[in-house]
């Protein structure tokens, strides 16, 4: 059919939020009838078993004497026009701007046709990266070289415009979840595991970075279990673990918290949860905590980046200024003290992910700018809804 693509997509692969978008894009492209081929230096994590339309290239990289460093880039870059020429491709959309969308520019140098790139913007490629004076202009040429640009919230957009002077337009396409994979779970017969009948239980899931400020999350929690009984956990891993290991025993509350580590079936985790805290410092969408709304459960969240654009304050959770630990534990407790409220609140967290974030309307906007920068006719069947562009 006319209206169906060849799309590369580029990410990160076993790590971030980027890669988990990226890759849950892509296996929806492919349902829809689309041809996807991920092009990176390992199959990307969420990826799963063989999937129709769905192809992996491996980037392998040249480990002549020579180089001090390895040349992934231009690995990458050679191997995503070896790719495009191969194949035929329609699109490339990489996802994050550094090496990404430079590698995708060299890559269509190389092949002097009419595939167009899309380049998609996820957060700290801008507000860590793009502080970077020696990074800047290669950041902003793989934006402006690109044939379409977009960003998980508005709060990026505006950094980016900030940060990098960057004046051409760029569309606004939120994250999403897939409402087949993230709803409610029952895990009565596993809460018990974790917590007695009349406890609560708080938790957060994080790469326990400094931007994450985890000892955030456990000043939070032990104010609120001086007041309601509470287990935390707390689930990933990442540098600041021993340091947070060491905060919970000072604090003397190793009875109360319980380490979970990496988990795949973060659906089933989430819905254990009363409450998900995340009071990071940066947050340019905050992906978890749309997981958590999708399962159910509310977030207490700090003003920072997106993550205002995603939790109604007083409706689907509360926010409070980076690091107020005090009003975000009197937030939590006039929650998890209130089960009408909560309810209410599970309910909204619940209509929200389904109607605003779906991954049919997210995947429709995605689609929708592919078929503009192809110049090509959008087909009717619902495509392409809601692009915006700031």
């Known amino acids: 059919m006319d209206r169906l693509l060849k799309i590369g997509i580029t990410c990160y692969p076993s790590l971030g939020g980027s890669g988990v978008v990226a890759t849950e894009l892509g296996k929806l492209l492919a349902e829809k009838g689309h041809e996807v081929h991920f092009i990176t230096h390992s199959?990307?994590?969420?990826?799963?078993?063989?999937?129709?339309?769905?192809?992996?290239?491996?980037?392998?990289?040249?480990?002549?004497?020579?180089?001090?460093?390895?040349?992934?880039?231009?690995?990458?870059?050679?191997?995503?026009?070896?790719?495009?020429?191969?194949?035929?491709?329609?699109?490339?959309?990489?996802?994050?701007?550094v090496p990404h969308a430079v590698c995708a520019f060299l890559a269509k140098q190389m092949l002097n046709n009419d595939m167009k790139v899309v380049t998609t913007l996820h957060g700290t490629d801008i507000t860590v990266l793009g502080q970077d004076e020696s990074l800047k202009d290669l950041i902003r040429l793989g934006i402006n070289e690109s044939d379409a640009v977009t960003a998980v919230s508005q709060d990026l957009i505006k950094e980016t415009r900030k940060v990098l002077d960057i004046t051409r337009d760029i569309d606004l396409t939120y994250n999403f979840v897939d409402k087949r994979v993230y709803y409610p779970r029952d895990v009565t017969?596993?809460?018990?595991?974790?917590?007695?009948?009349?406890?609560?239980?708080?938790?957060?899931?994080?790469?326990?970075?400094?931007?994450?400020?985890?000892?955030?999350?456990?000043?939070?929690?032990?104010?609120?279990?001086?007041?309601?009984?509470?287990?935390?956990?707390?689930?990933?891993?990442?540098?600041?673990?021993?340091?947070?290991?060491?905060?919970?025993?000072?604090?003397?509350?190793?009875?109360?918290?319980?380490?979970?580590?990496?988990q795949d079936e973060i659906a089933q985790v989430i819905s254990l949860a009363d409450l998900l805290l995340l009071p990071s410092e940066k947050e340019s969408f905050g992906l978890v905590a749309l997981e958590?709304?999708?399962?159910?459960?509310?977030?207490?969240?700090?003003?920072?980046?997106?993550i205002p654009e995603l939790i109604q304050h007083g409706k689907t959770g509360f926010l409070a200024p980076i690091g107020d630990t005090k009003t975000m534990a009197e937030y939590a407790v006039k929650l998890l003290s209130n089960e009408v409220m909560i309810e209410e609140f599970r309910a909204a967290c619940l209509h929200r992910a389904c109607e605003d974030f779906c991954n049919n309307t997210i995947t429709d906007q995605y689609e929708s700018i592919y078929y503009r920068v192809l110049d090509r006719k959008v087909p009717e069947l619902g495509y392409g809804s809601g692009v915006r562009s700031f």
């Open 292 to 306: 958590a709304m999708a399962c159910g459960v509310p977030t207490i969240g700090s003003q920072a980046g997106g």
């Open 43 to 97: 199959i990307p994590f969420r990826l799963g078993t063989f999937q129709k339309n769905i192809f992996y290239h491996e980037v392998e990289v040249n480990d002549y004497y020579v180089f001090r460093y390895p040349p992934y880039d231009l690995a990458l870059a050679n191997k995503m026009a070896q790719v495009a020429k191969m194949q035929n491709l329609d699109i490339l959309h990489v996802h994050y701007a």
């Open 189 to 262: 017969d596993l809460r018990g595991d974790f917590a007695k009948p009349d406890e609560k239980i708080l938790m957060h899931i994080s790469n326990f970075r400094p931007v994450k400020r985890v000892g955030d999350v456990v000043d939070v929690f032990a104010r609120v279990s001086q007041k309601i009984p509470s287990k935390l956990l707390l689930v990933g891993e990442g540098p600041d673990l021993p340091k947070i290991q060491a905060k919970i025993s000072e604090m003397g509350l190793e009875d109360k918290v319980r380490f979970l580590g990496k």
